[in-house]
């Protein structure tokens, strides 16, 4: 009897939210939501300055002992409870739903991160020009400073001429691009044309999810897939550089030495959180929409194996592209290697500007740059938004509401997000990158994540679940991770960022005005606090409204009292704090 109402209750939620529409669809999703920018202009970098193949060592560490762990206990913990990543400890460790709070804020601050697909916009529609602009010095926004492609190149010996010298590519990234201003106090003006590629991008990623997952599935089946067919094309034209062996040479040339350095090793697990993009909620949400029976197990695995493949092989593409940069420069690959912003909008379109056909090899680049953030950023907004609907079903799961909500979120979000595309919109960016979604906050939340369903909820009845739900029995290895080893590296990762922490500086020399580091801490702290004052405030009205003693608090971190560990009617008198009957005191 029971087994057959639990049954019903998931034909009813899965009617209300939705399902993908098959598993291809979720694959899709998943990939293109995870293989993102991090793969191509962070890793490769990383790769290359923590000791190039040596790297390789504690990443695949990392990948084996925190990413496919907490990979598979995140979609797990979706496809199980079948709610968003707030909701869903509802069911699992009321006294942790916290975490899911400090999502939302997490998620609030990711939505930023769309500005870097207007920038890619920005230069795709420069791309389609006769003469590449950041070649040349003839334009209205060079200074006497700049210097041309060619005459960099000629010049690449005489450090007199390169010191006084400002690159076109660069002059045309600060001061037609961002026209950045003198500092954070200088907002300045809105940039008309970076506010219509940032419109643009918000209309894409409006129609992408105003369906929910009807429309994304669909969406995802050419912004998951178009990224590796510009890579693979890239990466064949790459490879056919003069001085590409120079540069793969310098990623993957492994110097041993640079492993006794704690540092590597933190990289390596901070890229594995970042790529694989854990303790963020989405993949409860992703998750959250597939059959109850479906093999999430094996899932992790291939799509784990799909993102650390993807990475590496982009090494290949960037490193064969700056080794042909630094051949044509007749200087060493170090001296042109670049991470983030400033290799995706400066070292590479400089390096494609002096191949032939230019104009093709820039547009393949920057088309692949906009379907890695596009797909990334419509289902970091769908996820936020099916968790937020989560919360009151009642609400928007009406005809109609879910396309308004969806409006309004991305309307409310792109006049907020027009403050990034002001003359000094870089600095409030930078700000929010340093501070936002730091590895603080990351290790927190896996810590907290991991303590609550591991030993609140408990990690045994976690395994049962994914027996039940997929067939096949998790091996005892992953309880071991999820119990001690994810909980000690982040505990040791946590301590060592604030025993590390500096302050940001923008370009390495700007310094930020007190206000805005004092602002960075509270956009830090600002999902981190919703743990334990969640936490404290759940511990007061159990303790007021059920009057238990203390030592029946513990009840907090496990689910109703229900063999099924579904939610039962909160409509019980007994059940309302979410407790066990047992903990109640007559």
């Known amino acids: 009897m029971n087994r057959q109402r639990r049954k019903e209750d998931r034909q009813r939620r899965t009617e209300d939210r939705g399902q993908w529409a098959s598993k291809t669809e979720y694959l899709l999703v998943v990939a293109g939501y995870v293989v993102g920018l991090g793969n191509v202009w962070r890793f490769p970098y990383l790769c290359y300055k923590n000791g190039g193949g040596a790297f390789l060592v504690p990443y695949g560490l ?12 995140e979609t797990a913990i979706g496809q199980y409870t079948q709610e968003g990543f707030v909701t869903c400890w509802t069911t ?14 997490i998620k609030i601050y990711d939505l930023g991160f769309i500005i870097i697909q207007a920038w890619a916009l920005f230069y795709l529609v420069f791309s389609f020009s006769s003469q590449l602009p950041w070649a040349s010095c003839e334009n209205t926004w060079n200074t006497d400073d700049c210097l041309s492609l060619l005459n960099l190149y000629s010049n690449s010996s005489n450090a007199t001429v390169l010191k006084n010298a400002t690159s076109a590519a660069i002059e045309f990234w600060e001061r037609r ?10 907002l300045g003006r809105v940039r008309w044309e970076l506010a219509l590629c940032l419109l643009a991008c918000w209309v894409f990623c409006y129609f992408s999810i105003w ?15 178009f990224p590796y067919a510009m890579l693979l094309i890239l990466l064949i034209r790459g490879a056919t550089l003069p001085g590409a062996q120079d540069g793969i040479y310098y990623y993957l040339y492994p110097d041993l030495n640079r492993l006794a350095n704690v540092k590597v090793w933190i990289e390596a697990g901070s890229q594995i959180m970042f790529s694989y993009s854990l303790t963020a909620g989405s993949l409860t949400v992703l998750g959250s929409y597939n059959d109850y029976n479906n093999n999430c197990y094996k899932d992790c695995f291939w ?3 799909l993102n650390s493949g993807t990475s590496f092989v982009a090494g290949f593409v960037i490193f064969s592209v700056l080794g042909f940069m630094a051949h044509s420069q007749g200087v060493s690959v170090d001296t042109v290697v670049q991470s983030g912003p400033g290799l995706a909008f400066i070292a590479y379109p400089q390096a494609t500007a002096l191949m032939p056909l230019p104009q093709f090899w820039t547009v393949c680049f920057f088309l692949m740059l906009l379907f890695l953030s596009a797909d990334t950023h419509f289902v970091t907004v769908e996820c936020l938004i099916t968790s937020i609907m989560d919360l009151f079903p009642k609400l928007f799961r009406k005809t ?5 909500f969806v409006f309004i979120i991305c309307l409310v979000f792109f006049i907020l997000h027009l403050m990034l595309v002001t003359d000094g919109g870089i600095y409030i960016f930078q700000l929010f990158d340093y501070y936002g979604t730091t590895r603080f906050c990351q290790y927190f939340m896996a810590l907290c994540e991991c303590l609550a369903l591991s030993w609140g909820f408990g990690a045994d009845r976690v395994i049962d679940i994914i027996e039940d739900m997929t067939g096949h029995r998790p091996n005892v290895y992953f309880k071991l991770c999820w119990k001690y080893v994810i909980p000690l590296l982040s505990l040791i990762s946590f301590i060592l960022y604030l025993v590390e922490y500096q302050h940001l500086k923008f370009n390495g ?28 405030g759940k511990i007061l009205v159990t303790v007021r409204t059920a009057k238990v003693n203390t030592r029946h608090l513990s009840v907090l971190c496990r689910p109703a009292a229900d063999p099924s560990l579904q939610r039962k009617n909160m409509g019980e008198e007994e059940m309302s704090v979410e407790l066990a009957p047992s903990a109640v005191t007559t």
């Open 62 to 73: 990392f990948a084996l002992l925190f990413g496919v762990p907490l990979f598979l206990l």
């Open 509 to 536: 020399w700007y310094v930020y005005p007190d206000w805005a580091y004092a602002l960075g801490w509270a956009i830090m702290l600002s999902s981190v606090v919703m743990v334990p004052l969640w936490a404290a």
């Open 177 to 186: 691009v961002l026209g950045m201003s003198g500092g954070i106090e200088e």
């Open 400 to 404: 109609g509401r879910h396309e308004i």
């Open 92 to 105: 699992l460790c009321p006294l942790a739903q916290g975490v899911g709070y400090g999502y939302v804020i």
């Open 303 to 305: 799509i784990s194996l």
């Open 211 to 225: 369906k929910s997952v009807r429309s994304s599935g669909k969406v995802a089946y050419v912004t998951a897939t």
